[in-house]
């Protein structure tokens, strides 16, 4: 699977700038970002700290090994 340009602590910051105030189209176009991936980083990340998602990514990490 291919790794995303950006980080948990990046897409967070999207999510937050969106939040904010800014529409969706303005916030694809600053990161180069199609809606379909905002929409896809907002199902997985809304609502998340920072803390969070790292967390997240451990637990994905960790049964992505206990798989293999």
């Known amino acids: 699977m291919k790794r995303s340009r950006f980080s948990e602590e990046q897409i967070i910051g999207v999510l937050r700038e969106n939040e904010a105030g800014a529409t969706v189209a303005e916030?694809?176009?600053?990161?180069?970002?199609?809606?379909?991936t905002f929409y896809a980083w907002k199902a997985k990340y809304?609502?998340?700290?920072?803390?969070?998602?790292?967390r997240l990514r451990a637990?994905?990490?960790g049964n992505a090994k206990l798989k293999r």
């Not at 916030?27 to 379909?36: I, L, N, P, T, W």
């Not at 998340?48 to 790292?54: F, I, L, T």
């Open 59 to 61: 637990l994905e990490d």
């Open 46 to 54: 809304g609502g998340m700290d920072v803390s969070e998602a790292k």
């Open 27 to 36: 916030v694809c176009r600053k990161y180069g970002m199609s809606s379909a």
